[in-house]
């Protein structure tokens, strides 16, 4: 079994924007920039014949490489529940277009279809025991948050290893758009 997701990089220079807001939460375990990335489907625990024909899927997937932009901040969870801080994306149609060839890839592959709405986002710290009034202050303090305007020509296919310091990720395979 193999713990996967689809997504697409942050360029280091957006990347180093965002390493310099991760501060002012204690506990925070902050991602580094490496693993900095906007998820498009997570695909989760698969066989290896499984993950096989999904990257045959996903090959086959077809884009337009676009402009993407980071835009404000934000929290997963609420009150005492807050688990996660992020980045957010700036409205974009194309994106959401290759978040659904990836599903649609998903489910080809024979995985099951994803239950929950598109939302991305850029994760960059996960939390525990966050203070609710410091994590609110923290998302007013980067909530004007806005990257430039970053080039996306290609999204890859990512393995994922859990660890008591948080998850690292491996690029198993990168898919261009054109």
């Known amino acids: 079994m193999i713990r996967l997701f689809a997504a697409v990089a942050i360029p280091p220079a957006i990347a180093e924007g965002l390493v310099r807001r991760q501060t002012g939460l204690d506990g925070a375990r902050w991602r580094p920039p490496e693993a900095l990335h906007i998820t498009l489907r997570f695909f989760g625990e698969v066989k290896e014949d499984v993950a096989d024909d999904l990257d045959g899927e996903l090959a086959r997937t077809a884009g337009a490489p676009m402009e993407l932009q980071l835009e404000g901040a934000g929290a997963f969870g609420d009150g005492a529940d807050v688990h996660a801080i992020w980045a957010g994306v700036a409205e974009s149609l194309a994106l959401k277009q290759l978040a659904g060839r990836c599903e649609q890839a998903a489910r080809r592959a024979g995985l099951k279809a994803e239950k929950r709405n598109y939302r991305p986002h850029v994760t960059l710290a996960y939390l525990r025991r966050a203070d609710p009034a410091k994590v609110a202050q923290w ?13 996306v020509d290609r999204f890859g296919l990512y393995s994922s290893r859990l660890s008591p310091q948080g998850s690292s990720y491996r690029l198993e395979r990168e898919y261009g758009l054109a």
């Open 139 to 151: 998302i007013q303090a980067n909530n004007l948050l806005q990257s430039p305007p970053f080039h």
